[in-house]
């Protein structure tokens, strides 16, 4: 069974940037869309990014766009999500998920993290 471990997160600066890793266990990533999706309080988790199993598609939110970069090591079992230009709005707790591919609907990703806190605040 995959497991999936998020970390990374933290309190940053508006403008400042973070690195969040997925790391997986119990099976190879190589199987796997695996999706980054936020949540903040009293809101809907929403999907950020997704990276497809080969690495060769890249999905992002418009919100995100040109500010987050989505990638992924294999060899390492990690997927990694580099967000710069954090805003504010960018506050939420940062979830990983696996599915068969990255058109798959939000329902049909599995295997969720724990989720990590990213707060960004002057």
């Known amino acids: 069974q995959l497991q999936l471990v998020e970390s990374g997160g933290g309190l940053v600066q508006p403008g400042g940037s973070l690195t969040l890793s997925c790391a997986a266990s119990?099976?190879?990533?190589?199987?796997?869309?695996i999706g980054w999706f936020r949540q903040a309080p009293g809101k809907e988790r929403e999907g950020v990014s997704c990276i497809s199993r080969g690495g060769g598609s890249l999905n992002y939110a418009d919100s995100v766009k040109g500010r987050f970069t989505i990638s992924r090591d294999n060899a390492e079992n990690t997927v990694y999500l580099q967000m710069n230009s954090l805003k504010p709005e960018d506050t939420a707790i940062y979830y990983c998920a696996a599915a068969t591919g990255c058109g798959s609907p939000k329902s049909e990703f599995g295997s969720w993290g724990q989720g990590t806190q990213v707060t960004v605040s002057s």
């Open positions: 119990g099976f190879s990533l190589d199987y796997y869309a």
